[in-house]
């Protein structure tokens, strides 16, 4: 009888402080001996919104470029995602106390970065990389294209796509009511994002839930909803400071998940230089729930 492989797995909520909330990762502690093909079959085990594995390299190469990371949805490997790399990071600290952790994604190197206050649980804080500007949209094209009236957007606001290492689209709904009741033609929407450039939409209302929150937000994908998802919110930190509904370097919050029962708190911001929006900045806590061991 062959011997099956084990795999080590932390799983961790992320953007939460509270177990059971917040967005769940799967963190597999030693990839190396993984295929991307083995990788990719056991994100879709796991059945998580995102699994990432950790390929540890010589302690030289972890000092330059950080540890190296991956990141796969149940469908695909994707360059960057945001609670992903804060909830490795968190586990990759541990209880080490370490200001820094950087890692080594496909997009390239992400630092996080922890502070530990008195009486309160840690924070750590990526700076993504910097933002690309990429299209404004037609209000009427983007809601015949996921089936919404163009009345249901904020027409204060642009529709607009930015990146921040994953390309979002950016879609300022007009209430809060609205944004609870979403329903969207995805498979339209994502024909839409293919002929455009996007790669998810991100639905944002400024009327929220909680009233210290900037942004009410949700993100439909894959046939499904993403309790928090930290790239999009990085991308919105840049919308919100080029539009003018966050000032350069507020610190200011974003919820989602709420509508899933998985409330979820996403702390952004960015900087200014110039015209240019800069050193784009998103954080949260995260709270390990369980550790298990894969075995195939």
């Not at 249901?152 to 879609?171: F, H, K, N, R, W």
């Not at 790669?199 to 944002?204: D, G, H, Q, S, T």
Request: charged content about 25%; proline content about 5%; aromatic content about 6%.
């Amino acid at each position: 009888m062959a011997t099956s492989k084990k795999l080590r797995i932390v799983q961790i909520d992320v953007f939460t402080d509270c177990p059971l909330t917040g967005n769940a990762l799967a963190v597999c502690l030693d990839g190396r001996e993984l295929t991307t093909e083995q990788m990719q079959a056991i994100a879709r085990e796991t059945n998580l919104s995102e699994t990432t594995f950790v390929v540890p390299a010589n302690a030289a190469n972890e000092r330059d470029r950080g540890i190296r990371v991956r990141i796969f949805t149940v469908a695909e490997e994707l360059p960057f995602a945001g609670h992903p790399t804060l909830g490795t990071a968190f586990v990759l600290r541990g209880s080490s106390g370490a200001s820094e952790v950087r890692l080594e994604l496909n997009v390239g190197v992400v630092p996080v970065r922890f502070e530990d206050l008195h009486g309160q649980p840690s924070f750590g804080e990526m700076t993504q990389v910097e933002p690309q500007f990429m299209a404004q949209h037609d209000r009427a094209a983007v809601a015949k294209a996921i089936g919404l009236r163009v009345e249901d957007l904020d027409p204060s606001l642009p529709v607009e796509t930015v990146s921040t290492g994953l390309a979002y689209t950016i879609t300022p709904i007009r209430s809060l009511a609205v944004l609870r009741d979403l329903c969207i033609d995805s498979v339209r929407g994502q024909q839409y994002l293919a002929e455009q450039g996007g790669k998810f939409f991100y639905f944002v209302s400024r009327e929220t839930v909680d009233p210290k929150a900037r942004l009410h937000a949700r993100m439909l994908f894959y046939g499904t909803e993403d309790p928090a998802t930290g790239s999009a919110a990085g991308c919105a930190a840049a919308w919100m400071v080029a539009h003018g509904v966050a000032q350069p370097e507020e610190r200011v919050l974003i919820e989602q998940g709420i509508e899933m029962k998985r409330p979820s708190q996403i702390f952004v911001r960015a900087s200014k230089d110039g015209n240019r929006v800069v050193n784009v900045r998103v954080g949260g806590n995260a709270v390990e729930v369980m550790r298990s061991e894969f075995s195939f």
